[in-house]
């Protein structure tokens, strides 16, 4: 097989130690290898990189890019692609379209371009794994995989409220071997089931589910602790209770408590760190401070941010409830669905202007979150795509992070008042290359469990982005010079080189299959599909990396 | 992209195939079983009626697998002439998809990429489960297990479900036992509102006669009762439904837990059926300001949803979508196949299991006579003049493996039961992209 020397680039790669050195990297059969001991070994193919900056892939632990809701939100949309930017076919590539919620193909392309070579959809639900996994198959060039909706899961709620919690264990362990999916996510664990029976919300972490004698809390730490005990690679990943409401961040505090030590991933957690009155916007304000010391102080909590940026986007969320709040608000068309015993949806058309307060403040606070939690293992880079922005702001908030300057010149086109609402303006630190490289690539990849991402030693994955150094930080992460994916060239200087495929990660979890006989009569009762129609065939997977569980 | 497919037996000893799913309507039940004996289906099991019939006359075909110009010829002959044919157009047309797996829907329109043309639907025709309405004002809709489990009121809107989806009823709304409706028909209130009692009417509480073309009345009435204003006693003549008994249907409604308003072709297939449509959505919207409701249609035909997914994922738009300036446009009207055709816009036409084209006018199909056609199907030909290429495919679900979407957009496989001579859809259009991908490269 071919063997490629990258050569004389400047390394950053967190996860071995390597900040900025320069360094030879070898690669053979889609990996990264140890230099050759001989001299006499001769590469096929050398890339001089010479003064460039090289760091692994970059990995998106949390985005929306397939699925039943992605794809309606596509639908409902036309408008905001019509002055998009679009994607044009060549000779090797296929045509898109962009706008907030980017067409499947485009979508690969423009991830692949940015330098990012990982990307893991973060809100499916069950029933509609079959159509992610399509549509992740024509989706080009990245790795990814996805994580399965559970917090408002009939199944679960029956059996945490007859005390079978052996039961809600063995139901995670196989609904990931039946759908191909690769963790865990809890949403507005019970709010969604209270939507879709009354039309209503939950608010608080000790109400009860309709329906189901079961509180938030309870469906949390059932699904927490399952997790734990399956010692997945990837811990639960939450969206908590009460999103975008003022004065969350106490439900946001209560559930990182809740864990009890237990790993947990908080998702887009600027959206859940809101102090003030919900009934007056007028206290709206920041309460990032708290909830990062917690978070600097606990070793099982990871979080990623969920950064809004001033642009049009679409709001799409596992958060029924929450689409119906947005949709009283912003008072635009709405998109509801329902999925039987398992998941709601929500999605409407949203604009983040710098003239809004609340919206200022909006993109304030997931700054400060990037600034305040002192470790950068425990932070990873997202927009939560497209909700608080497009994937394709990530070049804009490093530079931001990199450069305070860049901020105060945002700082001084907002309302002014925002300032006495959040610490912002106070917080003088400027991301390292070293940091960027950690919050774009190695913590996710650590976070996820993954081992072969995010890093350049010996057997990671060949997902190598090399950028040319320039002044202006946001132009040199917008357009790498090469970009590598599984040791192959796929993008140089913005042009797709070669458009491959890339694969699915999934986990496969051990259970009692005695269990099953009880999963299966629950199944047969309520589903309109057959229970042997909702497993996914490794076949019908295709390219796919099942990550084994480590039992130490 | 894979498909999983179970090796058909070899033997003619009797095989059971459980859990297989019927594509002859919208409904896609999955819990068939087959019975299969010298390759032909002797029993189906939880089958309605027409669902039995369609896998019971399964007939062995001794057509050839393809034809040009009317004469027999192979695959390879008959695919190097329809890559012949689509490169040559400026204009080509790739049209139906609704009778086939996304599998090859997907290869569809990679080739309609490739050559960039102009790619539709029977969704534009009112087949599919997409419209206009969702672009305009959105949705509120569910799984047909929500309906199911929760809907303690349903009304079926144009739609006749015991003659047209016939396990609707039993499978997934007024007759099934839900979780949270252990009574099932008990438990719920069901009313039908179309022009005439037709066969769903005798399962329905009340059913309601309007007037044929007042659907849109009706239900802005609907609203405006909801708003409580007072709306025009005009309705009643248009709509031909006294007002006291609109009013009294609305405050059933708004005491319902979780309704749902089903609505079919009635409604999708009907002149102004974007406009219908669309109050039917904003009725569903403004009822859960009271009270949970939904609405979904019930008429969408084999996998026409799968090809709405399939362009949407693709492209970013459901149908009607040209890529002639190398990129996807969406524009209904200007882009939808029976326009295209009266107006002698495009110079070829791909036409991939289409399904019956009741749609298309005369001036449709005699300017398709004028035009080199491609027919891609497993049935019989659609058309009144030979087709420049005829290619045969094996039928899906029946022959061959792959995806399927039900009205839903629940996604489901496909269990094939019987052995057949011909390629399917998927496997020649395959070979139809390789061979536009080396021609384009030769260019
Ligand atoms: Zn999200």
Redesign the interface.
Known sequence: MSLYLIKGGTLYDPKNNIDGVQEDLWIQDGKIIPSPKSQETKPDKIYDVRSMVVMPGGVDMHCHI?G?K???A?????ED?RNAL????T?IT????T?S?????ATGYLYAGLGYTTAFDAAIPP??S??AH??L??TPIIDKGFYVLTGNN?YIMKKIQSGEPHLVKSYLAWLLHATGGYGVKVVNPGGVEVW????GNISGMDESVT?FDVTPRQILQAISRSVHEMKLPHAVHIHCNNLGIPGNASTTLETMHALEGARGHITHIQFHSYGGHPDDQSTFCSRVPELADYVNSHDNISVDVGQVMFSKTTSMTGDGPLG?FL?KVMGR?????????EAGCG??PIEYKNKSFVHSLQWAIGLEWYLLVEDPWKIAMSTDHPNGAAFLAYPEIIALLMDRQKREEVLKTVPQKIKDHCTLADLHREYSLNEIAIITRAAPAKILGLENKGHLGPGADADITIYNPQDDLQKMFEIPRYVFQAGELVVEDGEIRTPSSGKVFCVRPEYDQEHLKDINSWFD??????F??YKI??????AHEIISIKHE | MSLSQEPIPETNKLKVIPDATCTHCGCLCDDLVLSVENNKVVEATNSCEAGKTYFLNQQTQDEPEALIEGKPTTYPEAIDKAVEILLAAKNPLTYGLSETTTEAQRVAVAITDWVGGIIDTTTSIGRGSSGLAIQEVGEVTCSLGEIKNRADFIIYWGANPVKNQPRHLSRYSLLAEGEFLPNGRKDRTAILIDVKKNETAKEMDPFLKVKPGSDFELAWTMRALLKGIDPDPSVEKKTGIKLDLIKNLIDQMKDAKYGAILFGAGITHSPGNELNRESIHLLTRDLNQFTRWVSRPISSQGNATGADNVLTWSTGYPFAVSMGRGYPRFNPGEFTAPGLLARKEVDAAFMISTGPMLNFTQADQEYLKTIPVIELSSGVSQFKAQPSVSLKSSTYGIHSAGTVYRMDHVSLPLRPSLKSPYKSEFEILKMIEEKVLIKTKEK
């Open positions: 397939a039943p992605v794809n309606t596509r639908k409902l949309m036309p692609k679009k994607i044009e076919r000779a296929r045509s898109g379209t706008g919620v980017p067409s499947t193909f029933l509609g079959r159509h399509e549509e198959q024509d009939h879709k029976s009354t039309g329906h119906y949709h068309k709405w998109y509801s669905g329902d999925t039987e015993l999605i409407v009762k309520n589903y309109t599909i057959q042997n129609n065939d490794d076949a019908f997977l295709g």
